[in-house]
T-cell receptor, first 114, second 118 residues
Framework: AQSVSQHNHHVILSEAASLELGCNYSYGGTVNLFWYVQYPGQHLQLLLKYFSGDPLVKGIKGFEAEFIKSKFSFNLRKPSVQWSDTAEYFCAVNAGFGNEKLTFGTGTRLTIIP | DTGVSQNPRHKITKRGQNVTFRCDPISEHNRLYWYRQTLGQGPEFLTYFQNEAQLEKSRLLSDRFSAERPKGSFSTLEIQRTEQGDSAMYLC????????????????FGPGTRLLVL
């Protein structure tokens, strides 16, 4: 069965600091990987996704993530965070061809201090 | 594109009552998903539809839960004889068919229905 681990439950950063949120998954086969964001009072929105090809994927709002197959990781990064990045971030995996289910991590709450 | 909509947004009920939630997916999205999210957790998959056919159900979906999508458009999720453990946010998502030009495999989420069982 597929599972996702997000080790950082709550991260607090100052504006302009660099960000890296960890995500590890367990599944030995082909995976599709996602980062979703939930801003306060809003619904889940897709930040970026990886299906195949270049393991470094770029998403909206300056976020990027790197798929490292050997480490089963898909960490999210941003070089310089803004106060508006305050939100909850969820990593999700969809494993195997024809598998419709998204399995989410427990989420990381990011607080940016102005 | 008005996005996925869900109604009601909030529901408070007493234990033992039945509740029904509605989800309207993005127009022409043939796949529709239900997830449940409890405090401090990520969303957990409950079930999904391709058009009107319910193709997968999680073990989380007990006999008290039933979901339908009768005409392949909107969907309803009913919980019978609610229990306090059913308190959660119920999320709906949809995506287009893989044959379309839209980005594949991206599930678009609605705002959710927050259920509180007293």
């Amino acid at each position: 069965a597929q599972s996702v681990s997000q080790h950082n439950h709550h991260v607090i950063l100052s504006e302009a600091a660099s960000l890296e949120l960890g995500c590890n998954y367990s599944y030995g086969g082909t995976v599709n990987l996602f980062w979703y964001v939930q801003y306060p009072g809003q619904h889940l929105q897709l930040l970026l996704k990886y299906f195949s090809g270049d393991p470094l994927v770029k998403g909206i709002k300056g976020f990027e993530a790197e798929f490292i197959k050997s480490k089963f990781s898909f960490n999210l990064r941003k070089p310089s965070v803004q106060w508006s990045d305050t939100a909850e971030y969820f990593c999700a995996v969809n494993a195997g061809f024809g598998n419709e289910k998204l399995t989410f991590g427990t989420g990381t709450r990011l607080t940016i201090i102005p | 594109d008005t996005g996925v909509s869900q109604n009601p947004r909030h529901k408070i009920t007493k234990r033992g009552q039945n509740v029904t939630f509605r989800c309207d997916p993005i127009s022409e999205h043939n796949r529709l998903y239900w997830y449940r999210q409890t405090l401090g957790q990520g969303p957990e998959f409950l079930t999904y539809f391709q058009n009107e056919a319910q193709l997968e159900k999680s073990r989380l979906l007990s006999d008290r839960f039933s979901a339908e999508r009768p005409k392949g458009s909107f969907s309803t999720l009913e919980i019978q004889r609610t229990e306090q453990g059913d308190s959660a946010m119920y999320l709906c998502a949809s995506r287009p068919s893989a044959a379309s030009d839209a980005p594949q495999w991206t599930q678009y989420f609605g705002p959710g229905t927050r259920l509180l069982v007293l």
